[in-house]
């Protein structure tokens, strides 16, 4: 089985008056505080040297705390254990509401039992493309199809508190996919105000961190991207800042110059967006040690808390 997917190809290098400095400019939003701006600068260049295991700052290892696999746990998770909320509606009042938020776990966890069908080829403007990969896994298994929906899962919680109405592209509730194209679609469809996909990369051993994916300026066929480039970089700025805060982890050692952010146009799921949207790789299935982190469930934790308030930072401006 191939584990083809965006991770594997080479991202687009790209001009970005953001590399020199080395520097990526956070949106710092801690839960019902918004403190301002602050400037991460990453050190740059390889190495372990801020690396995940660095103290995580932020907030408290709350919320559900499930043992490695154990994705049972996160059932009730689209609840809040007042009411069952009614499918993508909006679950409470407070600072999102009004505000749509699509969350895209990348991948599907039966996605190798129809590889047919995922591989089928899907018009993503600039080209074709397979309609969906299997996605990565760790050395021990855990795949990242398992690991997109329960982050996905943790951060609609969080935005749902936050009165965001949420949908989710996938629940592991269909025999594969959505394709690339149909999880574009999606997001316009429901007129979000961000999207954001989910993943993990699978990359080589000492590879580590996470990074940002931004879409690139795209008109070509279907595709056309000029209207949410902008706001887009806005959105995984702040994606970007506040998963470092939350986390702990330190931006990509191995793509983005240290920023956590880059750019690509060879993504569907970006190049056939009308509404703003970014990929977060939260870290490298492949590596060891950031295979540790993604394997824990207070982990994914502050994975989803992170890109929950980069997202909230993103929608009150
Ligand atoms: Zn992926």
């Known amino acids: 089985m191939s584990y083809q997917g965006p991770e594997f190809e080479p991202a687009q290098p790209r001009r970005s008056p953001l590399r020199r400095p080395l520097v990526v400019v956070l949106a710092a939003l801690v839960p019902g505080t918004l403190l301002g701006w602050g400037v991460y600068a990453a050190s740059g260049g390889p190495g372990d040297s801020g690396g995940a295991d660095t103290a995580a700052v932020g907030t408290p290892a709350g919320g559900p705390s499930s043992p490695d696999g154990s994705d049972g746990s996160d059932g009730s998770d689209g609840s809040d254990g007042k009411k069952p909320p009614p499918a993508s509606a909006t679950t409470a009042s407070g600072p999102l509401e009004g505000k749509v938020v699509v969350i895209d776990p990348g991948h599907n966890p039966t996605n190798h039992l129809h590889t047919a069908e995922i591989n089928r080829k899907v018009d993503i403007g600039t080209n074709s493309k397979e309609c969906d990969t299997t996605g990565t896994a760790t050395n021990s298994g855990y795949a990242e199809a398992k690991f997109t929906l329960d982050v996905a899962h943790r951060l609609r919680t969080l935005l749902q508190s936050q009165g965001a109405t949420v949908k989710l592209t996938q629940d592991g509730d269909r025999p594969y996919g959505p394709c690339v194209d149909e999880r574009a679609r999606i997001g316009n469809a429901a007129h979000a105000d961000a999207v954001v996909s989910l993943h993990a990369d699978g990359s080589a051993v000492g590879n580590r961190g996470f990074h940002v994916i931004l879409p690139a300026s795209v008109h070509a066929g279907a595709a056309d991207t000029r209207a949410i480039v902008g706001p887009s970089r806005d959105l995984g700025e702040r994606v970007a800042g506040a998963f470092v805060r ?31 949207k970014v990929f977060i790789e939260c870290g490298n299935m492949r590596d060891t040690k950031d295979a540790a982190l993604l394997t824990s469930g207070a982990w994914r934790q502050k994975a989803a808390q992170g890109v929950s308030e980069g997202i909230v930072s993103f929608l009150r401006g």
């Open 246 to 276: 939350v986390t702990g982890s330190a931006p990509s050692n191995y793509i983005g110059d240290g920023t956590g952010l880059v750019t690509r146009e060879d993504l569907g799921g970006l190049n056939l967006s009308t509404v703003p």
